[in-house]
């Protein structure tokens, strides 16, 4: 395994990987350790893009020296739920993504509905998971010009992430839907409802009027997948 590990402070390590999916793959192992207790002395695993950051770690200098040695098992070797968001496919931007993708729009959504998704890292705003799954070739760029104002609810994508917005805001994604599943609720513990590892799939529901009260949203439906960082 590729890494270059960086002291931060003393007692945190940030760990860069050569890639999104090298990324994943390091998470899992690292929660997978920690989950055999395996990995002590670490307080928080906080995944990005591209880096790992570890802190509170007890022996930064030793763990930092071992991390090269590490093989990163498969990404679904745990057990833990998938959790389903009902998806009215009435996005703006839909029929767009579609066209890049060189679909109709019942296909693209077939696609997405396909997919199952898994939260690479969390940011831009509390509870706003970046889901990875779909293939590389569905990968679409950003508009070109942000919206001032994105619905909360909306279901987008960009680049190789789909995301759901947990509120409203500025944001430059194609939007394909809407949910009325809440990312992010203070009063819930957690309050987010996807962490880093969570899985996750997207049902489509109704038409653009449809009714998606009808149908329990945001609750995990099979006991699969690895477990997300921190629980649920």
Do not use: K, N
């Not at 999104?20 to 990005?48: K, Q, W």
């Amino acid at each position: 395994m590729s890494v270059r590990t960086l002291r931060v402070g003393d007692r945190a390590l940030l760990v860069e990987l050569a890639g999104g999916a090298e990324t994943e793959a390091f998470h899992a192992e690292l929660l997978r350790r920690r989950a055999a207790g395996a990995l002590p002395g670490v307080r928080e695993i906080v995944p990005a893009a591209r880096t790992v950051l570890l802190d509170g770690v007890d022996e930064p200098g030793r763990l930092a020296a071992e991390l090269p040695r590490w093989e990163s098992g498969p990404l679904h070797a745990r057990v833990e739920a998938v959790v389903e968001v009902p998806v009215r496919y009435d996005g703006p931007d839909l029929t767009e993504v579609a066209a890049l993708w060189g679909v109709s729009v019942e296909e693209a959504v077939r696609v997405h509905t396909a997919t199952e998704f898994r939260v690479a890292f969390c940011g831009f705003a509390p509870g706003f998971g970046y889901l990875t799954g779909l293939d590389e070739r569905y990968e679409v760029p950003r508009r070109a010009t942000p919206r001032t104002a994105v619905p909360a609810g909306s279901v987008a994508l960009a680049g190789p992430y789909t995301g759901v917005y947990p509120r409203s805001s500025p944001g430059g994604w194609q939007l394909i839907g809407t949910t009325d599943v809440v990312l992010w609720d203070t009063g819930r513990e957690p309050a987010a409802l996807l962490a880093p590892g969570t899985r996750v799939r997207f049902t489509a529901v109704g038409g653009p009027t449809g009714e998606v009260g009808r149908v329990p949203v945001g609750v995990p439906t099979a006991e699969v997948g690895y477990a997300a960082e921190g629980g649920r």
